[in-house]
């Protein structure tokens, strides 16, 4: 069992930056995968990007090529920076931790997840 606390989230302008971070407290990081999802309200969560344990990277088409998904094992941390962000961003934003390997996109392939970080963009 691994707890994961999610930080940096915020009110921003549409075209603006934010890096969300996203911290596990387990002894055996380097052995989870890692992705975030956004839900908005009254809307299915979502799959947004994620990290598998060997570094590989997967985003969903929406926020390719303006989202950057990063972890640091030592720290313990996965960081979501989000580039150009537009108003279609505004979701709660939830960090997940699974230790099945490959990509996946599901929820449902997530065992671990936090509480959650508020980002809205405003036009």
């Known amino acids: 069992q691994i707890q994961l606390v999610e930080s940096g989230g915020g009110s921003v302008q549409a075209g603006d930056s934010l890096r969300l971070s996203c911290t596990a407290s387990?002894?055996?990081?380097?052995?989870?995968?890692m992705a975030w999802f956004r839900q908005i309200l009254g809307k299915e969560r979502e799959f947004v990007a994620t990290i598998t344990r060997g570094g590989n990277t997967y985003y969903a088409d929406s926020v390719r090529g303006r989202f950057f998904i990063s972890r640091d094992n030592v720290r313990k941390t996965v960081y979501l920076q989000m580039n150009s962000l537009k108003p279609e961003d505004t979701a709660v934003y939830y960090c997940?931790?699974?230790?099945?390997?490959?990509?996946?996109?599901?929820?449902?392939?997530?065992?671990?997840w936090g509480r959650g970080t508020q980002v809205t963009v405003s036009s």
């Open positions: 387990t002894l055996y990081y380097g052995t989870y995968a």
């Open positions: 997940a931790a699974d230790k099945g390997a490959g990509v996946r996109t599901a929820k449902s392939a997530y065992d671990y």
